[in-house]
Structure formats: structure tokens, C-alpha cells
């Protein structure tokens, strides 16, 4: 089996290293070469034609919105992902518009990590195409929901926006899911990240009571693309899930 080739640009030895032996025990990916320095990433992609880079955003030399954007200019093929501490709405908006293909707020899950990887590659099977035919860069599920959420003023860093994002994921791929959310989605979704049902619960609620307070009922109408919610009403859990879940198959149907 041939396997996918990966280039790391973590912010310190330790990270590299842990990074890079986890991503050997599944025999399916192969690191073959790691720096803490952003300007070495151009030589990097050209020497190794790496199928994924994973960056950080505090790196030596150029720092990692650097990164994704000369990479995206070098159009390789290479499938970004940046993995950071640093998760602000405003970030995560620019490294997605600079090129990057995901973003995953440290601490990370291995697990969900690895998924996403596999379902960008995915993404990029192609059958042939027409000669002169110009390949869109496909965005994934993941992407338009976190604009979404970034959108209506869930800010990314808190544990609710990560449940949030797998619950409408969960809805999207299952629909009937959303009718057993209290004894079926919450524990999966607390299975993933190791939490507990009432935790992720707790959460959820937590991330739509932040949007709400921020005050963008109309922001949120709009792009949910109903009038579904006036004044101080709120969306209960399943509500919200469902609405995003529901945009999200409307747009893929």
C-alpha cells in the first residue's frame, strides 16, 4: 500500500516528533520531513511533494497564514491543514481563504484528526475530465459549517463549537439521528472527545446561548435562510443541529 506522505511544521521539536510517531503506528501515512521554520516550507513541498503539510501558526521565519498562502500559490496538490492554539474566528477565516483546506484547534483528537484527512483525500478523487476542465477547490462539509458558526458568532475556541460542528455532521450523514439526540448523539459525540453526554449537552447549550447573546438574530435568519427566531427566542439544541443540518443538505442536494 503506498503511503500518503506528510510534511510537519509544529512549533516545537516535542510536537514534530509526537506528531510524527503517531502518524507511523497507522502505517498509512509516512512523515518524511519535519521544522519549526516557515521559510524552509517552499524547498520542503518542492524536494518531498508531500501530500499533506500540517503547520502551526507560530513557527520561525514565516509564520503559518505565511505558510498555507505560499503553499496554496505553489499549486502542488498539497493538502493543508493547520493545527493550532491560536483559533480565533478571524484566523480560521483568513488561513481558510489563504488556502488552507482545514483547521483544528489544539489539543487535538488523533482519531478525528486522522478522519479528516481521509475524508479530504476522498474529496480529491476525481474521475477524468475534459481537457481544458478547471478543478474547483471542493470545500469540505467541516468548512461550511464552521463558517456557518463563525458567521452567527460562535467563536471557535469554546468546547460547544467542536460538539456543535459533529452533532450537524452526525445529522447530516444519519437525519434520524436528530430524533434521538439525548440517548444517541451526545454519548457518540462524548465517546469522540472522551466526555460525557451531560457535558457535551451543557456545552452545545452553552455555544448557541453565546450566539444569542451576541445579538445576530437577523445574521442568524439569514443565513439559516428562514425567519425562524425573533427577540431573546432561542433554538433548543436539536433545533439548532437540525436547521444547520437541514441548510447543509438543501445545499448538497
Given at each position: ?223 439559516l435562510g428562514v425567519r425562524a427566531y425573533v427577540g431573546g427566542e432561542k433554538p433548543t439544541n436539536g433545533e439548532f443541529i437540525a436547521l444547520v443540518a437541514d441548510k447543509m443538505l438543501l445545499e448538497n442536494s
Amino acid at each position: 500500500m503506498k503511503l500518503r506522505k506528510i510534511v510537519l511544521l509544529q512549533d516545537t521539536k516535542e510536537q514534530n516528533e509526537i506528531l510524527a510517531e503517531t502518524f507511523t503506528k497507522t502505517e498509512e501515512y509516512e512523515v518524511v520531513a519535519k521544522s519549526l521554520n516557515g521559510e524552509e516550507v517552499c524547498d520542503l513541498v518542492n524536494e518531498y511533494c508531500p501530500d499533506f503539510l500540517i503547520t502551526e501558526l507560530v513557527l520561525k521565519g514565516y509564520d503559518g497564514l505565511k505558510v498555507v498562502e505560499e503553499v496554496a500559490k505553489m499549486k502542488k496538490g498539497v493538502k493543508i491543514i493547520v493545527l493550532s492554539a491560536l483559533c480565533s474566528a478571524e484566523i480560521i477565516e483568513r488561513a481558510l481563504r489563504l488556502g488552507a483546506d482545514y483547521f483544528m484547534a489544539k489539543p487535538y483528537n488523533f482519531n478525528l484528526l486522522e478522519e479528516r484527512m481521509s475524508e479530504l483525500l476522498e474529496s480529491e478523487k476525481e474521475q477524468v475530465k475534459p481537457e481544458g476542465y478547471v478543478k474547483r477547490k471542493s470545500v469540505s462539509l467541516e468548512e461550511k459549517i464552521s463558517k456557518i458558526f463563525i458567521n452567527v458568532g460562535i467563536p471557535p475556541h469554546i468546547k460547544g463549537y467542536s460538539f456543535l460542528r459533529e452533532g450537524v455532521v452526525m445529522a447530516v450523514k444519519e437525519p434520524e439521528i436528530i430524533n434521538n439526540i439525548t440517548k444517541k448523539l451526545y454519548p457518540m459525540i462524548g465517546k469522540r472527545y472522551n466526555t460525557t453526554a451531560s457535558k457535551v449537552e451543557r456545552a452545545i447549550r452553552h455555544a448557541i446561548e453565546v450566539a444569542w447573546n451576541r445579538g445576530r438574530i437577523e445574521s442568524i435568519n439569514a443565513i439559516l435562510g428562514v425567519r425562524a427566531y425573533v427577540g431573546g427566542e432561542k433554538p433548543t439544541n436539536g433545533e439548532f443541529i437540525a436547521l444547520v443540518a437541514d441548510k447543509m443538505l438543501l445545499e448538497n442536494s
